[in-house]
């Protein structure tokens, strides 16, 4: 895991005093949604011309009495395209019909802070971490080929969530950055895009339980 | 005046007549009888013999859900099976046939059970593996220069498209049956262009519609781009399912003007049929050490309509590059021989883009059984056209710069048909994917062999997200 210099101090700011103690409450959660690829030149060249699509996943968080939460899930992001040819950055994107299909598993963790923790509607926000999982797979003409790699990642997220008792919905926008994932071959290497983060806005089922 | 490039000729197993013989051009713009070689006889290729496609004895056997273990019993026992296993889920067996019963009488029994689901052979099944085209011509064999570009690959990915044409601006194409009422000469079609689509081309050196080869360089270019393939006949051509234009602008002595240059490129690049252009390149086996503004332009016109221009480099082994292979819209190409080293002849300098086999007469690194490292494709019989015949035709090995650059021709036309269709792409799709060659650094190039030898599969396969070409 990669964590930057930024993280411990957006952490320590999240810590806000005089917030009312509770006991704590865990919440398993589905995720739904779209995610947008950094790598938005890249992904527009071997996708139909969009550079994201849905993602899903879940988790589980706990939330400490004062509004602190932790958090851990994943998400997966999966879409179908085509090989191409892109002689440089400036040069029109030649389709070659060879199906592709590419895999972005990113399995995090997260603290962060839930303001008004006990109403209704709960805003939040977090930073963390974690490991992008990616893998490409391609065949041309019966030689089928796969590449695979884990990268380190961090991201910052901002939610709210709505309801009262166990069942709860939310929404949730997350940027999130893993450099040096890719970039080293093919068209994010034309493209010189080499981080396999993006933002991701996605819906929350979640079932809550004090402890 | 551009010229045909270095013409050494071997000749044998005619196609229509004559018997085993071989004649060599020593020079560059005079052939002429050098050895004689023997009857290489008939080369058939021989496929494997068809592997079992199920394990003997075997069957795969399964029951319906109400079929208890008592009724499958009595049910195996009475299909000729002693011994059966039962597989991990459901209620099927990997039944052992008694070999007096046999496997199909078992079969058919077992078939004929209400309680049995279906019954089959166990099928054997063998690893994924790249698909590959391995076409029934006879003489492929002894296409060495295929084989060093790795054609069988190549052709389990692309074979072409008829949308797809590429035009020869050579000594012409014999490519149909005429008898030319002005000089009396009669062409004949050859034989192996069984299939080929033909575009109507047109003779410039003549100035009528009939451009027929009235030597023999023309139709052995064009027999590489594209000689009828899997037919069982003579050789193979690179990109087979691809059109062809005759396009005529040297004479039967292999000269031309660079005014009849440019009126080939501009008549390929300007023909339209049916509101398209299907002429997507343009081979250009010709050159001189003079320079035309008047074909630089017709270059740089057909270059801006989309089409790739191939030339090729030169065969005088200087450090200079022919015209008009130097000029910056042309792919200049080189020639290396059986062993990827360069061809003595193949010319050198800072334009050229890339190799590809155009063979060494001298040599016969390939072993193959013809005896030399030509080039062979189809063509006119040499003696024969020397004597004014246009109608005998046999195997005709031949080296030069001319010779590679329609390797790269028909590359160029795969790669339009695959969809790479900006002549900028394909250039650079066919120079990236190069095999680096004489020290050439990875991603770099040098005088010598230009971006390296041409690899047309692994141009052909594109890049992934984060795959490159493989």
Redesign the interface.
């Known amino acids: 895991m990669r964590l930057r210099p930024v993280l411990p101090f957006a952490l320590c700011g999240l810590v806000l005093p005089g917030a009312p103690a509770a006991a704590g409450e865990l919440g398993i959660e589905a995720h739904g949604g779209y995610f947008a690829m950094s ?1 938005s030149n ?2 527009r060249a ?1 996708f139909d011309g969009s550079s994201g699509g849905g993602t899903f996943g879940g988790g589980a968080r706990y939330v400490f009495g004062p509004g602190i939460f932790v958090a851990a899930g994943a998400r997966t992001f999966s879409k179908t ?1 085509e ?6 950055a400036t ?2 994107v ?5 199906p ?1 299909e ?1 895999r972005i598993t990113p399995i995090f963790g997260t603290v962060g802070y839930r303001f008004f923790q006990g109403r209704k509607l709960v805003p939040y926000l977090g930073v963390g971490g974690g490991v992008t999982r ?1 893998r ?1 797979t ?1 065949d ?6 796969e ?1 695979s790699r884990s990268k380190g990642t961090f991201h910052a997220l901002a939610g709210v969530e709505f309801g009262a008792g166990s069942f709860r919905v939310g929404a949730e926008g997350s940027w999130a950055s893993a450099p040096d994932a ?9 493209f010189n895009e080499d981080d396999l983060g993006g933002f991701s806005v996605v819906g929350k089922l979640v079932f809550s339980f004090e402890l | 005046m551009p010229r045909l490039g270095r013409a050494l000729v071997l000749a044998s197993l005619p196609l229509v007549a004559a018997g085993s013989w071989t004649l060599r051009a020593g020079g560059q713009d005079d052939p002429r009888p050098a050895f004689v070689a023997s009857d290489a006889g008939t080369y058939a290729v021989r496929p494997a013999p068809p592997r079992a496609r199920v394990r003997p004895g075997e069957l795969i056997v399964a029951f319906r859900g109400a079929a208890d273990g008592r009724t499958v019993e009595r049910a195996l026992r009475q299909a000729g099976i002693p011994a059966a296993r039962r597989g991990r889920v459901g209620a099927r067996y990997l039944a052992t046939v008694d070999e007096q019963v046999g496997l199909e009488r078992s079969l058919e029994r077992l078939r004929s059970m209400d309680e049995v689901d279906y019954a089959e052979p166990n099928g054997l099944v063998r690893k994924s593996v790249p698909a590959t085209f391995t076409p029934n011509d006879p003489r492929f064999n002894i296409q060495w220069n295929f084989s060093l570009v790795g054609a069988e690959r190549m052709w389990g990915i692309q074979k072409g498209s008829s949308g797809v044409a590429v035009a020869v601006l050579d000594t012409g194409i014999a490519f149909e049956d005429y008898a030319d009422p002005r000089t009396g000469q009669q062409f004949r079609r050859a034989l192996d262009w069984e299939g080929t689509e033909f575009l109507p081309g047109f003779d410039f050196v003549n100035n009528d519609s009939h451009a027929n080869d009235d030597e023999f360089h023309g139709t052995h270019v064009a027999s590489t781009v594209a000689q009828a393939t899997n037919n069982s006949l003579s050789f193979a051509g690179l990109a087979f399912d691809c059109a062809l234009m005759p396009v005529k602008v040297l004479d039967g002595d292999g000269f031309g003007t660079f005014f009849d240059v440019a009126e080939g490129i501009d008549y390929a690049a300007n023909f339209s049929e049916g509101g398209e252009r299907p002429v997507k390149v343009i081979n250009l086996s010709l050159g001189g050490e003079s320079s035309s503004e008047d074909v630089r332009r017709a270059v740089d016109r057909a270059f801006a309509n989309g089409v790739v221009v191939v030339a090729a480099a030169g065969n005088e082994d200087k450090g200079s590059i022919d015209f008009p292979a130097a000029l910056p819209n042309v792919i200049a190409v080189g020639a290396v021989d059986a062993l990827k080293l360069r061809a003595p002849y193949s010319n050198r300098g800072p334009e050229l883009s890339v190799v590809a086999p155009g063979g060494n007469c001298d040599r016969n690194d390939s072993g193959n059984a013809f005896g030399a490292d030509c080039v062979w494709q189809q063509g006119p019989h040499p003696e024969f056209v020397f004597l004014g015949r246009y109608d005998v035709f046999i195997s005709l090995g031949l080296e030069g710069t001319s010779m590679a650059s329609p390797h790269v021709a028909a590359l160029a036309a795969l790669l339009v048909s695959q969809g790479i269709t900006d002549p900028r792409s394909v250039r650079a799709a066919i120079e990236q994917t190069a095999e680096r060659l004489g020290g050439a650094p990875a991603g770099g190039r040098n005088d010598e062999y230009g971006h390296g030898l041409i690899q047309p599969a692994k141009a052909l396969s594109g890049l992934g997200f984060n795959q490159d070409q493989f």
């Open positions: 790598a890249s992904a071997v395209g090989r191409v040819f892109v002689a440089n040069s029109p030649q389709k070659l019909g060879f592709l590419i990616f490409e391609s041309v003409a019966g030689d089928a080929r590449d890719v970039g080293v071959g093919g068209v994010s290497r034309v």
